[in-house]
């Protein structure tokens, strides 16, 4: 049984463009899958709002309200016109009842969802660009995301804009940043691929970076 299947109707909602789902901050008490559109995510870093994914459909949203009872760490909207499922406590534990090979699935991109979510508010709470760009770097190579990797060197198949998405910055700030890295000699870009020459020295720089961020 796919997640798409009739079985699942009941717990499907819809939601034209522009709506809000659920706020940054406000209780939570479900959490969604996304059968059709794109849905926005954003966070309150400091005083600016910053859009820290745009996730597609067979992605996971808000999977903490089930898991913890805390208020929502983000707000979601819906980009096109988005059609859900919705989960909340009681018809997941019906779901993990009666379809424990989809609760299974479920719980395995809930898993995926958690570590993103995460490892992406870390990013994000570094003020310092490079140590930002450079720990988009470390984020990929803990996700085994490298194309190539010998001793400490690492290339990844991803273009300036992926990297100013998942930094929460514009192409243009990232972009210098990069060329910046590249003019120390720790960084290649080419057209299909960002070569790191040294992954470690990427490490050591958001280490000192990351020291003076309150957690």
Request: charged fraction near 30%.
């Amino acid at each position: 049984m796919e997640l798409g299947s009739s079985a699942f109707d009941r717990f499907a909602v819809t939601y034209d463009p522009g709506d809000i789902i659920f706020c940054e901050y406000e209780p939570g008490d479900a959490f969604y899958l996304i059968q059709t559109g794109r849905v926005q995510i954003t966070k309150i870093v400091g005083e600016i709002e910053k859009t820290i994914d745009v996730l597609h459909p067979g992605e996971i949203f808000g999977e903490m309200a089930i898991l913890e009872e805390e208020p929502r760490s983000a707000s979601a909207v819906a980009i096109d016109q988005v059609r859900v499922l919705e989960f909340n406590r009681a018809n997941f534990d019906v779901l993990m009842q009666g379809n424990p090979q989809i609760a299974l699935k479920l719980l395995k991109l809930l898993s995926k969802r958690i570590y993103d979510q995460r490892r992406r508010f870390m990013i994000l709470k570094l003020e310092d660009p490079q140590a930002r760009v450079g720990d988009v770097f470390l984020m990929l190579n803990e996700t085994d995301a490298a194309t190539y990797s010998e001793g400490s060197v690492r290339a990844f198949s991803i273009q300036v804009d992926d990297v100013a998405h998942w930094a929460g910055m514009s192409p243009e700030q990232c972009r210098r940043v990069l060329d910046h890295f590249v003019n120390q000699g720790r960084m290649e870009i080419r057209s299909e691929e960002i070569r790191v020459f040294n992954i470690n020295e990427l490490s050591r720089l958001v280490a000192t970076r990351r020291k003076g961020v309150k957690r």
